[in-house]
């Protein structure tokens, strides 16, 4: 009890935490109801007066939505199913493996994070052109398989498995690469997790990449259909944030399904 | 739903009669209302022309389009045509677009305001013509105000008036005047008092002169009586927050949307300053590519831009969008004057729409604005004297972008 009553403080900025944080969260949900007028009313409410579930169904209508769920989803998972298998197999490398000029390399990999994106941007679009790549699902999945944060994030990760495992292990007989799978693999599952999830979310949210790079309605993503309710002079708040949560819906459900594992991979890798 | 209809008819039919047809591509920034309006008009541009395909691609905002434009003006796969900044096209599309000259006829030429002409030439040539064009124009609560203020005094004066602190705790309760820190509140006051933003050369900046001492102290006093926010005043205004404000014409559907039920309003030009009442033109001009485009795509798109400019287009353009008419001859007509009867608040974007002046091609002027926007704030916020601050942007333009 008198524990609890010591604790109390803690929970109390505990609490205030969190309610700044989840107040952009409250703001955007409620303002999905308000009508037009209410959305745009100085002062603003918190609450809205009347429930105006029509803003959803407006949102939805007002850009092919459907395909764009459907393009986000399979994007995401693909560039982040990719760039975990190629991280692992790189990060296990970098952080198990001797081989001449592995620090050179390791550093020249951590290098290229330095990068500004839109710097990169034009020589970008001109590989995506050559390679006759422009306008399809290669050009948004491909060049980011490889990512040089995952392989940063499980090299630290697969450093705290005790070497004597790969010893004893090669003593039975098996290989590297069934090392890898069957015990690297499954102790590495938080920071698997972790990185499955920075990925997808990336993805998700990618903007100017896909932007850049498609022409086609069908070929865009989530984010540039939000886009749509930004005017020149003004936003439509009420349906701008309608469809924002429903865009961030699939993120919040991988989040909850995933948060045990999230956690100890952030923790583990003493990511912050 | 049936518009809709109508166009996939058209897209039926067209793709019918596939053979022989050129296909362009107009690279946007348009959404939403203005998107559909571009589309309805595209629509029937090729029912019209049904050899003609235009393919409008959205490539979200500004910043964006033009990115996208520089890869692909650097892949030497541009579209066959695109909106442009003026200044996009000084810095970078110079030699890329097709001169338009002798191509656009001259009555058509002659009926634009010259000033919104100006700025679609680049070394004497015309590279663009004016394409989602606005102004800024004054709103004002007409429960409040009978007559619109004509003059900056009687602007200063009437803001004044309508300033009302009941419980006299130094926060009024009503504000006579809305003020938003951005570069355009004050390059239009700047031009208003006879400013001018460089010598002849483009080697000088002039910002430090009587006109520039002029505007700052105008809206100074302006901000005495001003509810101050960065954030878009239609809201405030159209709660009856703020008694007038001056803000973008773009703005016209979102204060009818924040005033609906609570206050009457309408639309005036500009308060005029020592030598006039001119707004900045604001927005973009379209031009097409000759880098990469057959003649079929160019002359396509020409046929479509000339659509554009055609009185029928121009007009739906403007009253679908709430851009500003810019052909005398569109303004004056039996349709136009029809549609100002029945929304008031057209009437003053209309005159306003022929008193409008542009910045100079600078292919940096996107950074100079900003430099200007800085020093407003910086002003208005009480951390440099007007003096102060026009001669650091003066010299922070000179050494950074003219030099």
Not at chain 2, 133 to 161: C, G, H, Q, R
Not at chain 2, 178 to 193: D, I, K, N, S, V
Not at chain 2, 231 to 249: C, E, H, N, R, T
Request: aromatic content about 14%.
């Amino acid at each position: 009890m008198l524990q609890e009553l010591k604790r109390s403080p803690l929970y109390l900025i505990l609490f205030a935490v969190m309610a700044i944080m989840l107040l952009p969260f409250f703001w955007t949900v409620t303002t999905s109801f308000k009508t037009p007028q209410e959305a745009q009313s100085y002062p603003p409410t918190w609450i809205p007066k009347q429930l105006r579930w029509q803003n959803y169904i407006e949102a939805w209508n007002a850009a092919p939505f459907g395909r764009y769920f459907l393009n986000s989803l399979f994007v995401a998972t693909a560039t982040a199913i990719g760039g975990v298998i190629t991280s692992v197999l790189a990060a296990y490398a970098f952080a198990k493996m001797n081989f001449i000029g592995k620090n050179v390399l390791f550093y020249l990999l951590v290098g290229t994070m330095m990068i500004p994106g839109q710097m990169l941007l034009v020589p970008n679009y001109l590989t995506i052109v050559k390679l006759r790549w422009y306008d399809t699902y290669q050009a948004l999945i491909v060049p980011w398989v490889a990512n040089v944060f995952g392989i940063f994030l499980l090299r630290q990760f697969f450093r705290t498995i005790p070497d004597e495992l790969w010893d004893s292990a090669q003593i039975d007989g098996c290989s590297r690469f069934r090392f890898l799978w069957q015990f690297v693999v499954p102790l590495s599952k938080p920071a698997l997790v972790t990185l499955f999830l920075f990925r997808f979310i990336g993805s998700w949210n990618a903007f100017l990449w896909v932007l850049i790079m498609t022409s086609r309605e069908e070929m865009r993503t989530l984010p540039v259909g939000l886009y749509y309710f930004i005017g020149e002079a003004g936003t439509d708040y009420h349906l701008l944030t309608a469809a924002a949560t429903f865009a961030m819906m699939p993120i919040i459900f991988l989040f909850l399904v995933a948060q045990r594992q999230f956690i100890q991979g952030v923790a583990r890798t003493g990511l912050k | 739903m049936y518009k809709k209809v109508v166009i996939v008819l058209a897209v039926l039919f067209i793709g019918v009669l596939a053979i022989g047809q050129v296909e362009i591509e107009f690279w946007h920034a348009m959404r939403g209302g203005h998107l559909e309006t571009l589309e309805a008009i595209t629509a029937q541009f090729m029912e019209k022309n049904p050899d003609i395909v235009v393919k409008l691609v959205g490539q979200g905002g500004y910043g964006d389009l033009n990115t996208k434009l520089i890869a692909a003006a650097a892949a030497m796969q541009p579209p066959t045509m695109a909106q442009f900044y003026a200044d996009w096209v000084a810095a970078a599309y110079k030699d890329a677009l097709m001169p338009l000259d002798d191509l656009i006829p001259e009555e058509i030429l002659s009926d634009i305001p010259e000033k919104l002409l100006q700025a679609c030439y680049f070394d004497g040539k015309l590279l663009t013509i004016p394409f989602n064009k606005s102004t800024l124009i004054l709103f004002y609560n007409t429960d409040l105000v009978s007559e619109p203020p004509t003059t900056w005094e009687e602007l200063i004066e009437m803001a004044k008036a309508l300033t009302v602190d009941e419980d006299g705790d130094g926060t009024p309760e009503r504000y006579g005047f809305g003020l938003r820190p951005y570069a355009e509140m004050f390059t239009t006051p700047f031009w208003q008092a006879g400013g001018r933003f460089f010598s002849e050369d483009m080697t000088e900046s002039l910002l430090y002169s009587e006109p520039g001492l002029a505007a700052l102290n105008f809206l100074l006093e302006l901000k005495a009586t001003s509810l101050y926010q960065t954030g878009y005043l239609s809201s405030p205004f159209g709660s009856g927050k703020i008694a007038m404000y001056i803000g973008s014409v773009a703005g016209i559907p979102y204060v009818a949307r924040a005033a609906e039920g609570k206050v009457n309003w309408n639309t005036a030009v500009l308060p005029k300053g020592p030598v006039n009442n001119d707004s900045i033109y604001m927005g973009t001009d379209i031009g097409i590519f000759a880098l990469n485009t057959t003649p079929e795509q160019r002359e396509a798109a020409l046929k479509y831009i000339l659509y554009l400019l055609s009185p029928e287009a121009h007009m739906a353009w403007a009253k679908g969008t709430g851009y500003i008419p810019f052909r005398k001859s569109a303004i004056t007509s039996a349709e136009w004057k029809a549609y100002m009867a029945e929304h008031p608040e057209r009437v003053a974007v209309t005159e306003q729409a022929f008193h409008g002046f542009t910045y100079p091609n600078h292919p940096q002027w996107y950074s100079i604005r900003g430099v200007i926007g800085d020093m407003l704030e910086a002003v208005l916020l009480g951390d440099m004297t007007p003096e102060e601050a026009l001669q650091w942007a003066d010299e922070t333009i000179e050494e950074e972008y003219l030099k």
